[in-house]
C-alpha cells in the first residue's frame, strides 16, 4: 500500500512479482484496487473477461478470473467491473477463503492494493496477508502522514515488512547518486 495515488504502488508490485519469478517461485499478482486499477492497462493478457470483483460477488469461481501471463510461472487475478462497496467485497470471506486455497498452490501471493491514506481497503486486506509493504514517494509525503498509515496497518493487526522508498532523485554528483548513475547508465544505457 502507500499513503496517496500515484507513489508507484503497482510498479513495485509488477517488478516484485517478476523478480520472485526469476528465482524460481511461483507468483500470483492480485490487484485489489477495486476504485481505480492501473494494472489492467499496464499489463494485458488478452481479453479480461472477469476479475476479483466477479469472484468476490459470488458471479464467478476462482478459475475463471486467474489470467497465465507470458512470463512462466506468474499468473494474474485482475480486479474485475466496478464494484459500489469495495470494502464490503474484500471483507467477505470469500477473500479469506481465497488466499486460503492461493497459499496452497503459489509460493508468493502479491497484493496490490489502494493507498491507504485514501480509503481503509488495503486494512482490510491486512487481516489476511503475512505482511505489508509501504511505497513512499520520496520527498512528497510528510512523516505524519506515514505514521498514520502504519498506525491503520498495526491496529489492523499486520506486520509491517518494511517501506520502499520510490521516485528518489538520483543526484549523480553525489556518492550513491554517481555510482548508482554510473552503473545503469552502463547497464541500460543512458
Keep these: ?3 496517496t495515488p500515484n507513489e508507484g504502488k503497482t510498479s513495485i508490485s509488477l517488478n516484485m512479482s517478476r523478480s520472485f519469478v526469476d528465482n524460481g517461485k511461483k507468483v500470483i499478482l492480485i490487484d485489489a484496487d477495486l476504485r481505480k ?5 499496464r499489463y494485458r493478457v488478452g ?4 476479475g476479483l470483483t466477479h469472484y468476490l460477488s459470488g458471479q464467478n469461481n476462482l478459475d475463471d478470473v486467474i489470467y497465465q501471463t507470458n512470463i512462466e510461472n506468474m499468473d494474474v487475478i ?4 466496478h464494484s459500489p462497496n469495495p470494502a464490503e467485497l474484500l471483507s467477505h470471506l470469500r477473500f479469506d477463503d481465497m488466499i486460503r486455497i492461493l497459499r496452497e498452490k503459489y509460493d508468493y501471493i502479491i ?6 491514506g485514501s480509503v481503509i481497503d488495503s486494512a482490510i486486506i491486512a487481516r489476511a496477508v503475512d505482511g505489508v509493504i509501504i511505497v513512499i514517494e520520496s520527498n512528497t509525503i510528510s512523516y505524519k502522514f506515514v ?7 498495526e491496529k489492523a493487526n499486520c ?3 518494511g517501506v520502499v522508498m520510490n521516485k528518489v532523485p538520483v543526484d ?3 556518492l550513491y547518486g554517481k555510482y548508482y548513475g554510473q552503473y545503469y547508465g552502463s547497464y541500460y544505457g543512458e
Design 172 to 174: 549523480k554528483n553525489k
Design 159 to 161: 506486520r509491517i515488512l
Design 111 to 116: 497484493i496490490d492494493t489502494p493507498p491507504l
Design 78 to 81: 485482475f480486479c474485475g467491473s
Design 47 to 50: 481479453e479480461v473477461r472477469y
Design 147 to 153: 505514521q498514520g498509515v502504519k498506525e491503520q496497518l
Design 37 to 41: 486499477s492501473v494494472l489492467i492497462g
Design 1 to 3: 500500500t502507500s499513503c
